[in-house]
Every structure is written in structure tokens, then in C-alpha cells.
């Protein structure tokens, strides 16, 4: 072949090229349906690779570039799915066991509570639950004790107390804090029921049982009971003692006075007398007046006299 021919064969490749370029970077100017007498091409469309799509269960916004997209509720989580954005290929790690007690990490005293288990990812999302039987449930810490089904339940307590438990399954693990609140005040083994809350019992006597918690006891001695001494606000175990004490008011031979202490935060005093301990009434004081010196008090009364009237001190707890 001479070099006329050659050339000539060379330029027809060369437009047989340039012709596969040009069809390849043309745009499609028509995005809707064409028809005619032999074919019909329906409507242009765009998928998940640069669009968003959606159903009534979720929507995805595609990139035809970087991660595969992003997907988000849009009326209902589906069950079905969990979308892993931020991975090449949305790839993820089970790392752990993540451990809920919904609606909250905290439950009344006696009271019980599902606990659910579901794997954690690397990317601090969870897939589905495991089926609670299929876990193996075990009691951490605290008042506290769980069945095979996962059902918590909170033992009684004295105060808002700290528990734990935790949950195994297909070589994952996980721990969930709980708190186990305190709801009624005098409940607690040994010491429920005797009028005395068992925070203060536990406070000055330990765990119960203990018998000189009791509500008749009388721990350091003075005559006064662990009772009237939770209700005054006094210490049971170092000899304080709430008196009283009468007094006449000078230049005020119809009156009389009522000294006592210690005063405590939160009580409420109430002078009351009668006129004869013989089967007694006893009655508010009429028209007190009081004044504070610390945590003495003294209560006047301006109508002591001339019937002979007997006081005492009516001490109440909220």
C-alpha cells in the first residue's frame, strides 16, 4: 500500500473515532416520552446516584460520587433496614451489646421493667433487638434482679440506690446503669412500718435488722424514744434530749411562759394545756406569742391564770 492510501486509511480511523467521541458526550436533550411509527421511548428518569427517592417508610439521597447516600425516616422506622452512611460501601463493626430499659434508666422501688438488647455498631447506631430469651441476663450490682426474659425488677430501698445489670449474646456483651427510687419511706425490711422513716433509721443504726432502731428504744439512755426523737429531730446516740420548762413572766402574774429546745428545721410546735391531768383535754394556748433565741423557743401565754392550767408540746414531721 502506498503512503497515500495509508494516510488516507488512517484519517478514516481518525473520524471513525472522533465520530464514537462525539455520540458518547452527547447530552439527552429530551427528558420526556418519543414516539413514532417504530419505537416509543418512555419518559427519562434518575436513579438513587444523584436524586432522592422515597416511599412512605424512608427516603434516600443518592450521590453519584463518595458514599452511597444517606437515609432517613420519613413516616416510620423500618425494621427492615438500617442505613450506614458514612462508610465506603456502608461498612460497619458489631462492637458491643447496647442495653435499654425504656422510657428511662430509672424505676420506682418493687416496680418491674423490660430490658432490651441490641448490637451496637462502630458507629454508635444499633441494629434490631435480639429476641430477650435469647440473652443471657445476669444481675451486676444493686437491688435489683432480672429473669431469663429480661423483666427487671427493683427491690426496696431505703434511697434512691444505684443499680446494674447486664446481658450476653453471640460473643457481644453490654452493662445498663439503672436507679431504683425510693417511693415510700418506711418499707424497708426490719424497719418498715414503724412510723420512723428508714433513712434515719439506716443513718444512725446501719442496715436492719437492729434492735435498738426500734421505735420504743432508747439507744444513749435519756427516757426519750427512737420515735419521739426522729418526729423532734434529735440525734439518737448522743444524749440530746428535748425539755420544756415553765416560768413566770415578771410583773405579769397572769402569764406564763413555755421554754423549750431544741428547735429543729422543718417540725411544727404547738403549745397545748389542760386543767387537770385527770383524764386530760388538751387544747391549743389562746393568743401565744413566741420568740426565738436560737434554737430556744419561748411561748407566752397571757391567760395562765387564776385556773391552774398543765402544757405540753405537740411536736409534728411533715
Do not use: C
Not at 259 to 270: D, H, I, L, N
Amino acid at each position: 500500500m502506498n503512503k497515500a492510501a495509508k494516510n488516507l486509511r488512517a484519517f478514516f480511523h481518525l473520524i471513525i473515532f472522533l465520530g464514537s467521541l462525539v455520540v458518547v458526550l452527547l447530552p439527552v436533550a429530551v427528558r420526556g416520552a418519543r414516539t413514532s411509527a417504530s419505537y416509543s421511548v418512555p419518559a427519562d428518569s434518575t436513579d438513587a446516584a444523584g436524586a432522592q427517592v422515597q416511599s412512605a417508610s424512608y427516603s434516600i439521597t443518592g450521590s453519584a460520587v463518595g458514599e452511597f447516600g444517606t437515609a432517613s425516616s420519613a413516616v416510620t422506622t423500618s425494621a427492615a433496614y438500617s442505613g450506614k452512611a458514612g462508610y465506603v460501601g456502608e461498612l460497619y463493626d458489631i462492637v458491643a451489646l447496647s442495653l435499654t430499659a425504656p422510657p428511662s434508666n430509672s424505676l420506682n422501688e418493687t416496680t418491674n421493667r423490660q430490658v432490651n438488647a441490641a448490637p451496637l455498631a462502630d458507629d454508635a447506631t444499633t441494629l434490631a433487638n435480639f429476641a430477650a430469651g435469647s440473652v443471657t441476663w445476669s444481675t451486676v450490682s444493686g437491688p435489683i434482679s432480672i429473669n431469663t426474659g429480661g423483666l427487671a425488677t427493683a427491690g426496696t430501698v431505703y434511697q434512691d440506690t444505684p443499680a446494674t445489670v447486664g446481658g450476653a449474646a453471640q460473643g457481644l456483651s453490654g452493662q445498663l446503669a439503672l436507679t431504683v427510687l425510693n417511693v415510700t419511706t418506711d418499707d424497708f425490711g426490719a424497719y418498715a412500718g414503724d412510723g420512723i422513716d428508714d433513712s434515719w433509721q439506716v443513718q444512725y443504726f446501719g442496715q436492719p435488722p437492729n434492735a435498738l432502731a426500734g421505735p420504743n428504744a432508747d439507744a444513749d439512755h435519756t427516757g426519750q424514744t427512737n420515735l419521739f426523737k426522729f418526729v423532734a429531730g434529735l440525734n439518737p446516740l448522743d444524749g440530746s434530749r428535748f425539755t420544756l420548762s415553765i416560768a413566770s413572766v415578771a410583773g405579769q402574774p397572769l402569764q406564763k411562759q413555755l421554754v423549750f429546745k431544741p428547735v429543729a428545721s422543718g417540725r411544727t410546735y404547738t403549745p397545748r394545756f389542760s386543767t387537770t391531768l385527770k383524764n386530760p383535754t388538751w387544747q391549743t394556748v389562746p393568743g401565744f406569742t413566741q420568740t426565738d433565741n436560737g434554737t430556744t423557743r419561748t411561748v407566752t401565754d397571757p391567760s395562765a391564770s387564776p385556773a391552774p392550767r398543765y402544757y405540753q408540746v405537740g411536736i409534728s414531721k411533715p
